[in-house]
């Protein structure tokens, strides 16, 4: 593992210039991206600016046709997800994407358990693994899963399970966290639960977030990218964004999608 | 528990047959756990899995006949051997998709028993006889009376049985059961699913190997038939009527397997298509097989 | 060690011939798999059936070209009638249901062919008009063999403009590219599905017809015939037309190259193939889908 820029000072999490096409679709046209430390960004866009394509371009599920992504300074633009993972960057998915007939302790613990890559222990049983266990209720304190513990994951309801989506992200300690619509499908109440949830998450998380309630986007985000068409109309803070008058007419002004 | 209680009634009461008939179902049965291994823990459905039953059997007849190794050290080498076979086959397919899977696993059945078949060394289509049986003077037995080879067979079944269970417990087996339910999210999280796939892939195809040298050690005879695909696809049906993901349950298969594949075949010259008809009644209508109709009984949800 | 010419020409003939085959059993297989990502491994038995009931039709009706006419038609039929009854209900599963129910049927399959036709090895004779030889460089090659390169190479002009210029081939073509997309476009994939399974029934009786002549026909013949076209459809590539073509042409001239000139390492031939193929191209030297 090259040590290059390892723990250096500059940007967690960058993309750079990523283009992506599909046939004559061009999904994405040259965006890039920079985090720092600790940051806590949000893309927004129209359905089908390329919100997804991109989060799937920085987390390795889709190569790009050119462009590079680092994580904290190391060329990642190569590596998998699994990789990516383990140098510390992850996502939660904007379909459900869980461990099907596991209960919501043993999704998290296993998710610990990969995190830690104990995966390589055949010799003890994995009940026994209390750390990992502990750590597992942790998370499912903070996501404010802890009364369903044991229940199976395909039997909560759509707003818990969204829950245990970003918890599972969570339960292998990211540097950098990505939200993809974390509160798609869900009710007024969900989505204020949800707000809590990211407005808890640790200072020095690096935070990116696919929303489209703009009332939690400007809630928590320091910064904010807009997307249309694959490429970056505008990126600033909340106020830059709110003031842009590209923004105001492609996106602001348009009516709830 | 039950099981063991059956087979020790079984040796104590049976005849020579029926020995016979328990060394045969305690070999199958360790076949039957390594491919439920891969099938149901690790969720790759190979139809070439008599390739690695047959390399163990073959190494040892080669290591014992052309080496003059002692059978007893031929053994564990053998399933060392397949193993280092599987790891370079398991490199290049773990990656692929189900149905792919099963084409190329089917593939490289078939290659071995083309090999083997035709290799001049090995007997071909005839194949060799004349392995020697591992010594067990010193503990009082004979390998070539059924009624010791019936107890080292059902010990060694039992030895697989109480590994396996122990690996499915530890966290390696959690996470080979969480890239199985949801590989792509196991991936997004950090694990080399391929890595794990490989694992279970080579540990599956040593137990299958064991499997082999003990047959070999039981009939003192390796033949190309070991290999052949319907051997596979016997060990599949069995894996799947006695019911996927369980351990007891590739047990259970291998054990009606091989009594039905006895009786049906003295009745009947057509017993395959019996089994072909009553595997399609099990693919369809119990797919959890019998050890799922049957925990459906005794408890609430099958013990997966 | 060089073969003359002659013997050359034989031989190219010959794999050729296996080729053109292997291509007409494996094409049918290839689109239903990037289809439907659905193996029939029961694709063998049709074959066999084909090349029976050939048998069975010659018998009755004297005439080679009737056999090859209808004997297609009952395969194709039987493969719908599996289809309707036992694959449809397994629709909403995975496909690894099906395809082990496919599985079982290999082995009903069998079993039927022995209780209707017993255990024995038959032939055909090849139809009056093709039975004599036509000399090829001075060397006598069977016609009949050349009438069956011909009629592979019909039918994959035949299936090339199907797929090329007509409704139903431009819907398999989408089908094969993006599953989903296309149904949710409206087009009625199923149907599109059942259609191709048929026509790929169809083409495997064909095959069974065809070849019967050449070689021989025996309960069993359809597990020997399905790992080589199987590796032919790992070789060329799932889902299209032209992987099929390539595969066929590649791996019949694999065997048949390699019982000449390695006899001891013949059938390991095509394996080595798929394994390089595996090695170097995992999804196949020409997929319908090009993956990342």
Not at chain 3, 175 to 203: E, H, T
Request: with cysteine; glycine share 12%.
């Amino acid at each position: 593992m090259r040590s290059h820029g390892w723990r250096g000072g500059g940007p967690m999490f960058r993309a750079e210039g990523l283009y992506k096409s599909f046939g004559a679709l061009e999904v994405a046209r040259g965006i890039s991206l920079t985090l720092p430390r600790g940051a806590r960004h949000a893309i927004v866009g129209p359905n089908g600016s390329g919100k997804t394509t991109l989060f799937n371009l920085l987390s390795g599920e889709l190569a790009p046709d050119a462009g590079r992504v680092f994580i904290d300074g190391r060329d990642v633009t190569s590596m998998p997800p699994d990789a990516r993972a383990r140098a510390g960057l992850t996502r939660s998915f904007q379909k459900n994407n869980l461990f099907p007939e596991l209960t919501v302790l043993q999704s998290l613990a296993v998710s610990v358990a990969i995190g830690d890559g104990a995966g390589a222990v055949f010799w003890r049983p994995f009940v026994r693994s209390a750390d990992i266990f502990r750590r597992a209720t942790a998370i499912a304190d903070r996501i404010r899963l802890t009364s369903h513990l044991e229940t199976v994951v395909d039997t909560l309801p759509y707003g818990t399970q969204r829950q245990l989506e970003i918890g599972l992200a969570l339960a292998i300690e990211p540097k950098i966290l990505l939200l993809d619509e974390p509160t798609a499908g869900m009710s007024a109440d969900e989505t204020a639960e949800m707000a809590k949830l990211i407005a808890a998450l640790p200072e020095d998380l690096t935070l990116l977030v696919i929303e489209h309630d703009m009332e939690i986007v400007f809630d928590f985000a320091r910064r904010i990218t807009v997307l249309d068409y694959g490429s970056v109309l505008a990126e600033g803070t909340p106020a830059e964004i709110r003031a842009s008058p590209e923004v105001r007419r492609r996106y602001l002004g348009e009516t709830a999608p | 528990m039950v099981l063991l209680a059956a087979a020790i009634g079984t040796w104590w009461f049976a005849g020579y047959a029926g020995q016979d008939r328990l060394g045969e179902i305690a070999i199958a049965a360790i076949f039957a756990m390594s491919l439920d291994l891969m099938v149901g823990y690790g969720g790759m459905v190979s139809l070439g899995h008599a390739l690695f039953f047959g390399l163990g059997a073959y190494a040892l007849a080669g290591l014992t006949l052309f080496l003059k190794w002692p059978p007893g050290l031929a053994l564990p080498a053998s399933v060392l051997l397949t193993g280092l076979v599987a790891f370079a086959i398991g490199r290049l397919i773990v990656h692929l998709g189900g149905v792919f899977f099963i084409m190329v696993t089917l593939a490289f059945g078939q290659m071995g028993w083309a090999w083997f078949a035709r290799d001049r060394l090995f007997g071909g289509i005839a194949g060799l006889s004349g392995i020697p049986q591992i010594d067990l003077s010193l503990l009082g037995g004979d390998l070539a009376n059924p009624a010791d080879f019936a107890i080292v067979a059902v010990t060694a079944a039992t030895m697989v049985y109480l590994a396996l269970a122990r690996l499915i417990e530890s966290p390696f087996g959690a996470v080979v059961s969480a890239l199985h339910r949801n590989a792509g999210r196991a991936r997004a999280l950090g694990c080399p699913v391929q890595s794990y796939k490989l694992a279970v892939f080579t540990i599956a195809a040593m137990l299958a190997s064991l499997a082999g040298t003990l047959q070999a050690q039981r009939t003192g005879f390796v033949s190309p038939d070991l290999l052949v695909w319907t051997s596979s696809g016997e060990l599949l049906i069995m894996v799947i009527i006695g019911g996927i993901g369980s351990l007891l349950g590739p047990i259970a298969g291998a054990a009606l397997w091989t009594l039905l594949h006895h009786y049906l075949s003295a009745v009947t010259p057509y017993w395959m298509l019996i089994m072909g008809a009553f595997f399609i009644a099990i693919v369809l209508f119990a797919a959890e097989g019998l050890y799922g109709a049957l925990a459906r009984l005794a408890w609430r949800r099958p013990h997966v | 060690m060089l073969p003359d010419p002659a013997s050359l020409v034989i031989q190219l003939l010959n794999g050729l011939q296996y080729g053109m085959l292997l291509f007409l059993l494996s094409v049918g297989l290839s689109v239903v798999l990037g289809l439907m990502n659905f193996i029939n491994l029961a694709h063998g038995t049709l074959y066999m059936l084909g090349a029976f009931l050939g048998l069975s039709l010659v018998g009755v009706t004297g005439s080679f070209w009737i056999a090859l006419a209808c004997a297609p038609l009952l395969a194709a039929a039987i493969g719908a009638l599996f289809y309707g009854v036992l694959l449809r209900h397994l629709q909403g599963e995975s496909a690894m249901k099906q395809v082990l129910v496919t599985f079982g049927l290999i082995f009903i399959g069998i079993d039927t062919v022995r209780m209707i036709w017993g255990d024995y090895e038959e032939a055909i004779a090849a139809p009056a008009l093709l039975a004599d030889s036509i000399r090829i460089w001075g060397q006598p090659y069977p016609a009949y063999r050349l009438f069956v390169i011909a009629l592979g190479l019909v039918v994959a002009l035949l299936l090339w403009l199907g797929l090329e210029r007509t409704r139903l081939g431009a819907v398999v073509r989408a089908g094969v590219d993006d599953r989903v997309m296309a149904a949710s476009l409206g087009i009625n994939i199923d149907a599109a599905f059942f259609g191709v399974f048929c026509l790929g029934c169809w083409l495997a009786g064909l095959a069974g017809v065809a070849v019967a002549p050449v070689l021989q026909i025996y309960p069993g013949m359809d597990v020997a015939i399905l790992i080589p076209t199987l590796i032919v459809v790992v070789v060329g590539g799932p889902g299209s037309l032209r992987g099929a073509l390539l595969g066929s042409l590649l791996i019949g001239m694999a065997e048949t190259f390699g019982a000449v000139l390695l006899p001891d390492f013949a059938s390991f031939m095509i394996y080595a193939v798929m394994v390089l193929v595996l090695l170097l191209r995992p999804g196949g030297l020409l997929p319908a889908r090009q993956t990342a």
